[in-house]
C-alpha cells in the first residue's frame, strides 16, 4: 500500500468521524485498492457513506451452480443489495488426513459464488462459523473433529481451538487470494464468526467466555478489512459487532449494548425450517413486511432474509430429521420461482424504505403516540425539508384511523404505513399490491414411457456369526458409521428352550428395541416384524413388537438408521445414536434381557458398498424383475428428461421410507411414511435439478426400508403459471411505484392519471394465454381458486383480455369506472380479482380459445 493512499483513507476516516451522531467510528484499514467499511450507532458506512441494506440468505450447497446466476438476478430484482452465504466447513474438509482434502468444487465452490454476486453489482456477508447450524449436518462440523482426542466443540478447549482456527484462516486466505474482501475491492462487507453463542456461553459459563473472546480476537486477527459480526450474542466482545435473530427483531431486541455499534438483523426468518413430521410453515408476505418495516422505522440500517431461497439438502446434507426440500416458503421457493406476493410484496417495501433512506440515515427520529397501541416514528431533517413517517398499529385485531399532522390516515391492524414525506402513504404493510401466484405440478408423458422397475434385494437378512465387528453390548452408530452412511445392522443369536416359549399359542412374545435414534427396522429370524421411529424432539424411542420364536436358535437382526446429524446445543460431540438395550417380553421365563447377549455390526447396505446408484456401479450387482411391497430393497427404472426449462420433480407419495437418487446424485432422504398431525407426509416431492438430467435414459434408484409400490411414482414438472391479482378500490398504497426527485415524491403509473393500478407478470419467456377469471366487485377466494360475489361488472372478462392477452406483463386499472360497475356495490367497496394464465406458446388466440 503507497503512502498516498494510506494518507486519502485517513482523510476519509477523519470525514466519517465528523459525521456520526454518536460515539465512536470502528476503523478498518484501507488496504489495496479496496473501499472502506466503518460504522457506528446509526449504520455501517462504505466509504464514508451511510447505508441501509436489505440482504438475503442463499445457501450455495443448496442449489446447483447453474441455478446461482438466476437466484441472484431474481434477489437484486427483489431490492436486495446483499447476498449471504455460511461457509460448510465439513463439504470443504470432509477428511483429516496426513495431506487434507479440500473440496471447492462443484456446489461447493464459494469462491465463484461470491463471484457472481459481485457481477451483480451486490454486496456480500460470509458467515463462517464455522460451527453453522444452519438445519446442516453437524452444524458444519466434520465427523473427524469427533474423534479428535480430548476434543469439546464450542468452548475454551484447545484442540477444538486449533482447528477451528486452522478452517477460519484457510477460508479467509481463500477470500483473499481471490480479492473478495470489500478491502480488496471484492463484494464482502461483512464476516461473521461463530453462529447463536449466547445460550452456549451459559451453558459452558468461564470457559464459554473466554471461548468467545478468543474466536473474537482470533478473527479480528486474519486482518480481513471488514467489520466481524456474531448473532444472537449481545455482549459481542471488542469491535464485533452483535447482531440480532429472530421474527420480530424492531420489538423484541434494543440492540447492542455497546451504543457504538448499529443495529443489524442477521436472521429474519421467512417461514420455518421443517422436520419430518412438521405440517406446512407459514409466515405471511404481511407479517414479514410488519416486521422489516418495524426494524428500520426503530433505528435498523440491515436486514437479512433467512432465507431468500432455501433450496435443498442433497445427499445427506440436512440435520437430523431436516427434511430435503429448505425454506419452500421463502420468496424464491425451493426450485427458485418466485413466490408471489412474497417476493413481490418484499421487493414494494425495500422501494419505499429506500425513499426514506436519507431520513433514516440521517435524520432525528422521534416517537409520537397517537391513539392507544398505534404511533407514529418520525425522522426528521428540517433544515433540509426532509421527514419520513411510520404510522404503526400494533393492535392484533383492530383496525383504525388516526389523524397525523392534520391529515386522517386509515391504518389497518397489524400493520405499518410508510409515509416517505410525512404525508403520502406509498405503502402499507398490510396492503398487498404485489401479483399472488399460484404452484402446480404437471405430468409429462415422456417420463411415464417405459415405467418398468428392477430391484435388488439387500441379499439376506445378517446373522451374528456373518457380522465382522463383535462386541458383548451394542455399539454407538455414529462411531460405526463414521457419518459414512445412514445404516448400521445390529444383530444377535440366541437359544430357546421348548419350555420357555409361551405355551399359549396365541400368546407372542414381545420385541422390546431401545434405541438413541433415529429409526430401527427390526427382523426375527428373517422375517419383518416391524419398525419404529423418534423425532426430532426425542430421538430416543423404544420399538416393542410381537414377534414368533422357536425353539433352538433365533437370529435378531435391527438395521438401525440416522437422519443426519444433530446441528444444535453443547455437547454435540457426545450425541449418539443407535440401538442400546434389547430384551423379550413375554417368554414363560419372564424378561430375557439380550443387551449383552453378544452383538455383530455391520456398517451400511451392500447397494452402498457397490454404489449401485451410479451408472458404474449398477452392474456389480444382479437387478430382477421388481416385486413390490417388500422391506429392505433397492429399486430402478430410466426415465427422459421432461422437455422445456420448469423445474421437474419426483413425487415419491407411493413408497415408505428410504433413500432416492438421480444418475448417481442423492436426492435427499424420503420419509412418507411419517405422517404429521394433518395427516400428510411432510415432503412427497423432490427436487431434481435440470443440470442432473441428460436427455434419455437417467436412471432413478431408491432405497426402500419399509415397502411400497414404485409404479406409482411420478416425474413431474413444476410451473408457476397462473398469476393472479386481487387489489381494493381502496388500497392506501395502490401506487405502482414512487420516485424521490429532489425532496419531492412522484408517483411512476401506466398512464398519465394517479389511478389505483395492478400488474401481472409472466415469468421469463412466458406470456398471458388466457384470463381464467376477472370480476371487480367482491369476487372471493385465492390465486387459482376466486369465486364471483353477489357484486360483479359483467365487462370484466372482456376488459382485462383485451388488455392483457399476448403481453408478458400488463397494468389494470383498479376503479369501478374502468369495468362499467356501479359505483357503489351496496356494502362493498370494489376489488379486481383476475387470474391469468402464461405459457410458452407464441399463438395467444389459439390457446385462450382452448
Ligand atoms: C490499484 O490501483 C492502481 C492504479 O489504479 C493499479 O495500478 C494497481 O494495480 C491496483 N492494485 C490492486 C491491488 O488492484
Ligand atoms: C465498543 O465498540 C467500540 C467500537 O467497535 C470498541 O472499540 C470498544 O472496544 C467497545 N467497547 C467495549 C467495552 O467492548
Ligand atoms: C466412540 O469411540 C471413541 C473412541 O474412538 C470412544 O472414546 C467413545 O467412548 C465412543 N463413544 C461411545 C458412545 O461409544
Ligand atoms: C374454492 O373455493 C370455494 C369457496 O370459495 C371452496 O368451497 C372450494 O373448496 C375451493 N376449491 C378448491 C379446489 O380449493
Ligand atoms: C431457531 C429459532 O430460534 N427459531 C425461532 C424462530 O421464531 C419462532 C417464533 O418466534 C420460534 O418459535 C423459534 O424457536
Redesign the pocket.
Known sequence: MSLRVRLAAAALLLAVAALATTGAVAKYELTKNGTVITYDRRSLMIDGRREIFFSGSIHYTRSPPDQWPDLIAKAKEGGLNVVETYVFWNIHEPEKDVVRIYNFEGRYDVIKFFKLIQDNDMYAMVRIGPFVQAEWNHGGLPYWLREVPDIVFRTNNEPFKTHMEKFVNLVVKKLKDANLFASQGGPIILSQIENEYQHLEVAFKEEGTKYIKWAAQMAIKTDTGVPWIMCKQTKAPGEVIPTCNGRNCGDTWPGPLNKTKPLLWTENWTAQYRVFGDPPSQRSAEDIAFAVARFFSVGGTMTNYYMYHGGTNFGRTGASFVMPRYYDEAPLDEFGLYKEPKWGHLRDLHQALRLCKKALLWGTATTQPLVENVEARVFEMPEQKVCVAFLSNHHTKDDTTVTFRGQQYFVPRHSISILPDCKTVVFSTQHVNAQHNQRTFHFVDQTVQNNVWEMFNEEQIPKYKQANIRTPRPLEHYNLSKDKTDYVWYTTSFRLEADDLPFRRDIKPVLEVASHGHATVAFVNDVFVGCGHGTKMNKAFLLQKPMDLKKGVNHIAILATTLGMQDSGAYLEKRQAGVNLVQIQGLNAGTLDLTGNGWGHIVGLVGEEKQIYTDKGMGSVGWKPAVFDRPLTWYKRRFDMPSGEDPVVIDMSPMGKGFLFVNGEGLGRYWISYKHALGRPSQHLYHVPRSFLKEKGNALVLFEEEGGKPDAIMVLTVKRDNVCTFMSENNPAHIRSWERKDSQLTAVVAGDDLKPSAVLSCPPKKTIQQVVFASFGNP???C??Y?VGSCHATRAQEVVEKECVGKQSCTLDVSHEAYGAAPKCPGTTGTLAVQAKCSKRPTPNAAAAQ
Do not use: A, P, Q, S
Open positions: 372471493l377466494g385465492i387459482g381458486n369465486t
